[in-house]
Structure formats: structure tokens, C-alpha cells
């Protein structure tokens, strides 16, 4: 429970970070689209370097979780489902102003819209596992816990 709560609060405290740096905000990122700010893309680039340094970091020292187990970064295959899927986040991300996390920071602000930014993501998640046996990457797993296990005991 403790636990939990934690991470209620970290999230809160996140995306309270989110509102008041109005990187939620619809004009900015509009604005951003429409090639008028270079705020958002100082934003995006500054997560770019803490998500890159933060990676070089957990290998370096060979970091383990909470729980004690090894981190293990798998590398990922490039696909042509990538780009198309990229494609219809970007599209998404430019007519709702709000990619997936930055919705619950939306809401908790109180844009209404972001609702619908919300149920449009549940419906494409819906989907999503409804089609997923039909795309091509149906053979592809993204995590395997057991294969993590055996290339970090190695």
C-alpha cells in the first residue's frame, strides 16, 4: 500500500510538472506543428538526452530493480509497422494536442476535451488487440522475461 501511494504522488507530482510547463497545453504543441515555437522541441530534446544518458547510466553500473532483478534493455527490431504506427500517433498527437500520458495531466487541469483524447486512445487500444493476430508483426514479442533472464545471467 505504501508503495502505491508513492506512486500516486509521484504521478500527481508529475503531472503537475506537465501543467505548469505547459508542455499539455494545446497552443504549444499546435505551435509546434506549425513550425511557430521551438519550446516543445527543446522539451522533447532535453527528454531525448536524460532518456539516452539514463540508459548509458543503468548498463554502466549494471542497475537492478526495486525488487533486486537485473535490468536488461533488449534491443528492437526495426519494422515497417514503426513508421505507420508513428505516423498515426503523430496524427493523433497533432489534432488532440495530447499524446497518451499528458491526457490524465489534461484531465486532472480540467480540458474537457482530453475526454475524448482518452476514449479515441481506448478505442485504438481496442483495436489494436482486436487486429493484432492480422498485422504483420504478430510473431514479434516486445518483452520476454525469460530471455531477459538468461542473456543477464550470461
Not at 475524448?116 to 520476454?144: C, D, E, I
Request: net charge positive.
Amino acid at each position: 500500500m505504501k508503495k502505491s501511494m508513492l506512486t500516486l504522488l509521484m504521478g500527481v507530482w508529475f503531472g503537475v510538472i506537465l501543467v505548469k510547463s505547459q508542455v499539455v497545453s494545446w497552443q504549444y504543441i499546435n505551435d509546434m506543428f506549425h513550425f511557430r515555437s521551438a519550446y516543445m522541441y527543446l522539451v522533447i530534446a532535453s527528454a531525448v538526452m536524460v532518456g539516452a544518458l539514463s540508459v548509458f547510466i543503468i548498463r554502466r553500473v549494471q542497475a537492478h530493480t526495486i525488487d533486486g532483478e537485473p535490468i536488461v534493455i533488449q534491443k528492437k527490431p526495426f519494422h515497417k509497422g514503426v513508421v505507420f504506427g508513428s505516423t498515426i500517433f503523430g496524427m493523433g498527437w497533432a489534432i488532440s494536442g495530447a499524446c497518451p500520458g499528458p491526457i490524465y495531466a489534461q484531465m486532472g487541469a480540467g480540458t474537457l476535451l482530453a475526454a475524448v483524447t482518452f476514449l479515441g486512445g481506448l478505442t485504438g487500444m481496442y483495436l489494436y488487440a482486436f487486429l493484432q493476430q492480422k498485422l504483420p508483426h504478430n510473431n514479434f514479442r516486445w518483452f520476454s522475461a525469460h530471455t531477459s533472464r538468461a542473456r543477464s545471467s550470461t
